[in-house]
């Protein structure tokens, strides 16, 4: 399912997945950004296996900075947030991460950063 949703955000950029999570544990997927570059994130998509009835946090980071943070009620199902503003990277070559909290006790989350670099 998440290739279908990578599709509609990269254009000329790349995509970072977390790999299927273990349960309650967070969900971490990092861009690796190289010297002399930033990286401009786009977007990103969240979900868990199965629906998770509360409150999580999706958490976007580089070394210097927090970049975004959302709480989001998985209820309906995943979350799908395109930036209207891209988001940058703090300084050139930070990394930067993306993390999801842990679900409940036998549900695994996973997320996708869509990103590119500057």
Do not use: C
Not at 24 to 45: C, E, K, M, S, Y
Not at 63 to 85: Q, W
Not at 94 to 102: G, P
Request: aromatic share 10%.
């Amino acid at each position: 399912m998440s290739e279908m949703y990578a599709a509609m955000f990269i254009k000329n950029g790349y995509v970072v997945d977390s790999g299927d999570g273990t349960d309650a544990t967070i969900v971490t997927a990092t861009i690796l950004v190289p010297a002399f570059q930033r990286a401009v994130i786009t977007g990103l998509v969240a979900m868990y296996d199965d629906p998770v009835t509360v409150l999580k946090t999706i958490t976007v980071k580089s070394a210097s900075a927090t970049l975004f943070v959302v709480r989001y009620d998985f209820t309906p199902g995943l979350l799908i947030f395109s930036f209207p503003n891209p988001l940058h990277s703090a300084a050139d070559a930070e990394d930067v991460t993306v993390d999801l909290e842990a679900g409940p006790a036998g549900i695994a989350g996973r997320v996708l950063a869509f990103y590119a670099l500057d």
